[in-house]
């Protein structure tokens, strides 16, 4: 069988005035070996930001349709309106973007086209092509693409840190694989696998109906969960088993959280462990930052199973979590690796928070991209009310990671996105450190679910405790290791 053409279009656009003079830049470039295909750069004259950006997307994916009409594209764009508008999660109000969004729409059909925004410092091949396509307009001469030298900053665009929050969900665990697989061009062009297995996991993943934040393949059965306070678990038959942990990993992880027993572990590169620079595989990549999660201890909703995220009555910790809090804060006191203290704002996590930060000697920092999830009308419910009250509500919610608990709930994919944000922004703030994220039960599986490259439906097939400690170690090249899962050794 014929393998599909894939194609990865980074387009920007800017007006010097907004409006004013204003250009677009555009380039298609080959995801299995960074190759740029085609560049597109024109000056438009007056025009502000907005219009110039969805210009240049309308350049790029004409120039990707030119070279292979049937190709999957995934555009890639600092752009967040020209995304979100032509993902179709943000309405389109302004009269001068709606024909420009409907001409995008009709160059391709929808379901060859995926969208991700990106932190505009990973787009620097196409602004730089916008702002010479201004310079050029500016002395009264067309853009040329010989007197381009936008492809020079094409492997530092490449080469991040940290893994986007890319709409919709998130595809950002093979995206970061790719960028890696594009920043290190000359292992592809020696015959080396990687790039085009890279590149194969980031269009099956991101293309509309494969997405890691939307619904799974047609037929995946759903495990129905366990409630605790936060969120569903997996009923103990389907809870990955726990035990002695064994392995360099491990030994990584109890230096960062003061245990090496009681914990699941793994390592994740996004999409392969033969990926490149991956952990224990590759190139030393220095330091990795490491989000320690710690999910907060109980309250008087977690022994009743009860849905309980951040649209409840926001419950303090009872004595038995005030306990647990005290016995984690003295286990990582031990090791003494954490050098920050977040929190999120809920007040479960930030009295839990605050028992660590007071032995460690830290303050706490709260994050509101940490919170729960808000459970709509479900909060303070069991599994088994929400079920008899809620039926379909609940089977949707279920089925698919884009339904909403009822009466305005968030959902997974919406969770997701926030999260996926808030990973990155903290990950930009703490390179090469140690930080303790207080956090909660669907938080915490999101994140460990991202760095594995799981689908959503991972979601319903692990076991968080309260008080129990994960870590996820992030590496320079965008792959990431989960360390340690549902650790409760200090407990005991």
Same mark, same amino acid.
């Given at each position: 069988? /014929? =393998? ?14 907004? %409006? ?17 295909? *085609?560049? =597109?750069?024109?000056? !438009? ?10 210009? #240049? ?8 349709? *030119? ?24 309405? !389109? ?11 995008? +729409? ?6 060859? &086209? ?30 040329? @693409? ?51 297995? &890279? ?9 509309? #109906? ?9 037929? $995946? @059965?759903? !495990? ?15 809870? %990955? +088993?726990?035990? %002695? ?5 491990? +030994? ?26 991956? @952990? ?53 006191? +031990?090791?003494?690796?954490? /050098?920050?203290? !977040? ?8 009295? $839990? ?51 909403? @608990? ?31 994220? &207080? ?16 689908? %959503? ?34 407990? =005991?």
């Amino acid at each position: 069988m /014929q =393998r599909p053409v894939r194609f990865v279009v980074e387009a920007d656009g800017g007006s010097r005035g907004n %409006p004013g003079p204003a250009g677009y830049g555009a380039v298609v470039l080959d995801p299995a070996t960074g190759e740029t295909l *085609a560049e =597109r750069a024109e000056y !438009i004259g007056v025009a502000t930001n907005n219009v110039a950006e969805y210009k #240049g997307l309308i350049a790029g994916l004409e120039a990707a349709r *030119a070279l292979a009409p049937d190709a999957a594209v995934l555009v890639r764009m600092d752009s967040k309106l020209v995304v979100e508008q032509m993902s179709g999660r943000w309405k !389109i109000k302004h009269p001068d973007m709606k024909p420009l969004a409907a001409e995008a +729409a009709r160059i391709l059909p929808r379901a060859q &086209v995926t969208y991700e925004w990106i932190p505009r410092e990973q787009n620097k091949h196409a602004d730089r092509l916008a702002n010479e396509a201004m310079d050029a307009g500016k002395r009264g001469k067309p853009w040329e @693409p010989s007197d381009s030298s936008a492809v020079f900053d094409r492997g530092a665009a490449r080469a991040v840190a940290t893994p986007p929050a890319g709409p919709p969900g998130d595809a950002a665990a093979g995206a970061a694989a790719v960028r890696a697989a594009l920043a290190s061009g000359a292992a592809a062009r020696a015959g080396s696998p990687t790039a085009s297995v &890279v590149a194969d996991t980031l269009f099956t993943e991101s293309l509309p #109906g494969r997405s890691a934040g939307e619904d799974g393949p047609a037929g $995946t @059965p759903v !495990i129905e969960p366990c409630l605790d306070s936060d969120t569903p678990a997996t009923p103990a038959a389907e809870a %990955p +088993a726990t035990g %002695p942990a064994t392995g360099a990993a491990t +030994a990584g992880a109890g230096a960062a959280t003061g245990t090496t027993t009681g914990s699941a572990t793994a390592t994740a590169t996004g999409t392969a462990t033969a990926t490149a620079g991956s @952990p224990g595989w590759g190139p030393d990549m220095g330091t990795p930052a490491t989000f320690v999660l710690l999910r907060h201890g109980e309250t008087a909703l977690t022994p009743q199973k009860r849905f309980s995220g951040s649209g409840g009555s926001d419950p303090e910790l009872s004595a038995a979590g005030r306990r647990q809090a005290a016995a984690v804060a003295e286990a990582l006191a +031990a090791r003494g690796t954490v /050098q920050t203290v !977040i929190s999120s704002p809920l007040r479960r996590c930030r009295e $839990t928070a605050q028992a660590v930060a007071d032995r460690l000697g830290l303050r706490v920092t709260v994050e509101e991209g940490l919170r729960e999830v808000d459970f709509g009308a479900w909060e303070g419910l069991t599994f088994a009310e929400v079920r008899e009250r809620f039926p379909d509500d609940l089977q949707a919610w279920l089925d698919s990671p884009r339904a909403a @608990p009822t009466g305005g709930g968030e959902s997974f994919t919406a969770a997701t996105r926030r999260i996926s944000a808030t990973r990155d922004r903290l990950l930009a703030a703490h390179a090469g450190r140690t930080v303790l994220l &207080v956090t909660h039960v669907t938080p915490v599986k999101i994140l460990v679910r991202l760095a594995l490259g799981a689908p %959503p439906e991972a979601l319903f097939r692990m076991e968080l405790s309260a008080a129990s400690l994960s870590a996820v170690a992030y590496y320079a090249d965008g792959n990431a290791s989960v360390r340690l899962l549902n650790d409760t050794s200090h407990l =005991r």
